[in-house]
């Protein structure tokens, strides 16, 4: 298991996680299509891409698409097909959708092209017409329906993709009908095809603010947490013996301690500080050195995401919201009352009318526990991660 830290981890490098692996091979047994959720970080990618490596070697089919990087319709669809072409699946229908794609892609010609973008409409099995976006790819889909092999698609990053869309002319109404055609698409092939959403961006949270949950309400969620103490502890003996620095219980309950929040990229990146200080003991003093180092302004980009993913998740005003409630709480190691966070925020906003703010507040409080930067305990909320609270602090603060 090699020290890596930002990438998906594949192969050896992966630290099982039996349980979770179990929970998705039953959904997907049972017919369910899945919606992924878990705070960033977590490690969604590389258990997917563990799963589809399974699904494969027991002679299913697996196709892993991330589609971050895809604005539109067409380049969603391009993504699905060049996905499935890997995989080897109907290599001849896949080609001529390949061609006509990128003649579209060249004119935009060939394809119906709507007021609200590429159509994405479905056809029905009658209609031979793959004149729509939508209609070439499901005579695809209906072919590996009437096929024998199952076939996994992952999709991974999902909401980046809707909320690019959502940015286009008419987005509000083309992403709200990709979610429509992808619902139809999975209820006409339910027999032979199996989807699971994932991203770093809550699918869940994006549908509720948009009123779109219902196009999401048949995939069956399953939650994606941090490691456990007993985990974290496995973890950092895989890590240790395979990097020439063995850490006794001691050590490792140290460290895990200090994290406060066993992410698996957190302890990740706080061995490899660790280790690059070439400490020959590690101690509470060498576990302290490695959060000091991690903390240097040159080392602190690596956290930057979890700030620049208020900015694309959100409006301008709940980003604010979001930060000035994050501010607050990173100077408050022990927590906060809503009230006091309330308070905090009408500081700042003297102006505003109190029940909104306090509106707005309930709404970003239960979305910043889901994606992982905020715990309730006792009615006080607080920074979940020690690490990234002093990383806020160390951005808003001084
Ligand atoms: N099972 C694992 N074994 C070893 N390291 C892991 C594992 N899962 C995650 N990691 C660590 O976490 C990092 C991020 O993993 P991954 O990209 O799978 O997470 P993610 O939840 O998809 O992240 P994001 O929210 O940014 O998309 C990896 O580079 C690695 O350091
Ligand atoms: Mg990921």
Redesign the pocket.
């Known amino acids: 298991?090699r020290n890596?830290?930002?990438?998906?981890?594949e192969n050896d490098?992966?630290?099982e996680?039996p349980q979770d692996l179990a929970r998705l091979q039953r959904e997907l047994a049972n017919k369910a299509n899945v919606l992924l959720t878990?705070p960033?970080?977590?490690?969604?990618?590389?258990?997917v891409l563990r799963l589809c490596e399974r699904e494969r070697s027991a002679g299913r089919t697996a196709v892993f698409m991330n589609v971050e990087g895809c604005h539109d319709e067409l380049a969603f669809a391009e993504k699905l097909v060049d996905g499935l072409n890997e995989s080897g699946l109907h290599p001849e229908a896949l080609s001529r959708i390949s061609l006509a794609f990128r003649k579209a892609r060249k004119a935009l010609s060939g394809m119906k092209v709507g007021a609200a973008g590429v159509d994405m409409d479905m056809g029905t099995p009658e209609d031979p017409d793959h004149s729509t976006l939508g209609r070439a790819l499901e005579s695809i889909f209906r072919k590996i329906e009437s096929a024998e092999t199952p076939v996994l698609l992952a999709i991974d990053e999902m909401p980046e993709l809707l909320l690019a869309l959502g940015r286009q002319a008419q987005g509000t109404e083309r992403v709200s009908r990709l979610l429509h055609w992808l619902r139809a698409l999975r209820q006409t092939c339910r027999t032979k095809l199996r989807w699971i959403f994932l991203g770093?961006i809550g699918l869940d949270s994006f549908v509720d603010d948009r009123s779109l949950r219902k196009t999401i309400n048949d995939l069956i969620g399953l939650h994606l947490e941090a490691l456990s103490d007993k985990e974290a502890s496995q973890f950092l003996t895989r890590l240790g013996e395979s990097n020439g620095l063995s850490l006794a219980s001691k050590q490792r309950s140290l460290i895990i301690k200090r994290v406060g929040w066993p992410l698996?990229?957190h302890l990740?990146i706080v061995f490899h500080a660790i280790v690059d200080s070439g400490a020959r003991h590690v101690d509470a003093a060498a576990v302290e050195a490695a959060f000091a180092h991690l903390l240097q302004p040159e080392n602190l980009s690596q956290f930057d995401?979890w700030r620049q993913r208020l900015d694309e998740q959100f409006g301008q005003s709940d980003a604010n919201a979001a930060k000035d409630t994050l501010r607050h709480l990173c100077q408050h190691p022990d927590g906060r009352t809503r009230d006091q966070i309330l308070n905090a925020l009408m500081s700042t906003r003297q102006s505003a009318d109190p029940a909104a703010v306090e509106d707005q507040l309930s709404r970003l409080l239960l979305m910043l526990q889901r994606d992982g930067y905020l715990l309730e305990n006792d009615s006080r909320y607080a920074f979940r991660s020690f690490l990234l609270r002093e990383y806020w602090h160390r951005r808003e603060i001084r």
Not at 4 to 9: A, M
Not at 40 to 47: A, D, E, F, P
């Open positions: 298991m890596i830290t930002g990438s998906p981890v490098d992966f630290f996680r878990a960033r970080r977590v490690g969604k990618t590389s258990l770093s698996p990229h990740q995401t």
